[in-house]
């Protein structure tokens, strides 16, 4: 009966750490893609200085999470979105507001690693 409690146990606590996984990543994909539509908005507004802003305020949030999002995501999705950034960094840095089809990978990717984090046929084989 012990060993019954024990496994329900570590079977509980697995389900507990892939559901808060999961959470995780919705949250970090969620604002992720609001500060990638501020961004957008103030590339149309042709505000590069608040862009520049804007991609800093992105690179921060990912970097804060990216110690958690390392243990579960693939590490080639995640240098992929900090590639991202650091192009949309780079081109505010230098004047550029056109930075929309950044903006779009940026968002994408967001979204990518949320999807691949849902529970489905392919990832739970």
């Known amino acids: 009966m012990k060993r019954m ?3 329900l146990f570590i079977l509980a606590f697995i389900l507990c750490v892939a559901a808060g996984g999961v959470f995780y990543a919705k949250d970090t994909c969620e604002q992720m893609v ?4 501020e961004a957008e908005q103030l590339s149309e507004e042709r505000d590069v200085e608040a ?16 110690l958690i999002l390392s243990l579960y995501v693939r590490h080639d999705e995640l240098e992929k979105l900090t590639t991202h950034l650091l192009d949309l960094y780079a081109q505010a840095e230098a004047g550029d507001a056109e930075v929309h089809t950044v ?10 690693i949320y999807e691949r984090e849902l529970p489905n046929l392919d990832n739970l084989l």
């Open 5 to 7: 409690c024990v496994i």
């Open 103 to 112: 903006l779009v990978q940026i968002a994408f990717m967001a979204r990518h």
């Open 34 to 37: 609001a500060m990638t539509e």
């Open 51 to 66: 862009l520049l802003s804007q991609a800093k305020k992105m690179s921060a949030f990912l970097e804060s999470r990216h």
